[in-house]
């Protein structure tokens, strides 16, 4: 289990000792990782996990993603890795359940993360050109219709971009540089 750097292992304990060992080893820290052997012990040990906590649990299974590396058909797993990431970033009350496969891959920096973030309000001047640019260099995909994470589309001065957070896409109106709504 890790927690803002802080490090505790639980070894020798199974079963509900070992979940209950994890619950009051997360309850110290806002944002906290588990990592066990695979899926289905994560799965398993989220069910368990579930009766003692009222903190959001998120499993990031090994099936679903392949690190970072941005596949079409693996959105959803990108999706979750992201989510959990971010979430950890912003010090939200979270517990990660990783597979041992998953923990074991090189991810991003979070310096990363704050670099493939943009702010932007109503208001504000920002190139429509500039945002599309930027969206495709951290991998988003221009689709003829915004349907799922991981995609844009423009359609005049209208951009709809799926991000993660969100569960639906979020559209931004210009009138030429200037942000009109979103």
Excluded: W
């Excluded at 971010?86 to 923990?103: G, K, M, T, Y």
């Excluded at 310096?111 to 702010?119: A, G």
């Amino acid at each position: 289990i890790t927690a803002k750097g802080m490090k505790t292992n639980i070894t020798g304990l199974s079963g509900n000792g070992f979940v209950y060992s994890a619950k009051e080893s997360c309850k110290k820290h806002k944002g906290s990782i588990i990592v066990v052997p695979d899926t289905k012990s994560a799965e398993r040990f989220k069910e368990d996990l579930s009766y003692f906590t009222s903190k959001d649990i998120l499993v990031i299974s090994e099936e679903l993603g392949r690190g970072f590396i941005y596949e079409r058909e693996d959105r959803e797993g990108l999706y979750e890795k992201i989510k959990g990431a971010s979430r950890l970033l912003n010090d939200e009350d979270i517990i990660l359940i990783v597979p041992i496969i998953e923990a074991l891959k090189k991810y991003p920096n979070p310096s990363d993360f704050k670099y493939m973030t943009e702010e932007i309000k109503v208001g504000e001047e920002y190139s429509p050109e500039k945002l599309r640019r930027k969206l495709q260099k951290i991998g988003y995909l221009n689709t003829p219709v915004t349907e799922s994470f991981g995609e844009y589309s423009i359609r005049g001065d209208i951009l709809d971009i799926f991000i993660s957070g969100y569960d639906y896409p979020v559209r931004i109106e210009f009138f030429g540089d200037d942000i009109d709504s979103i």
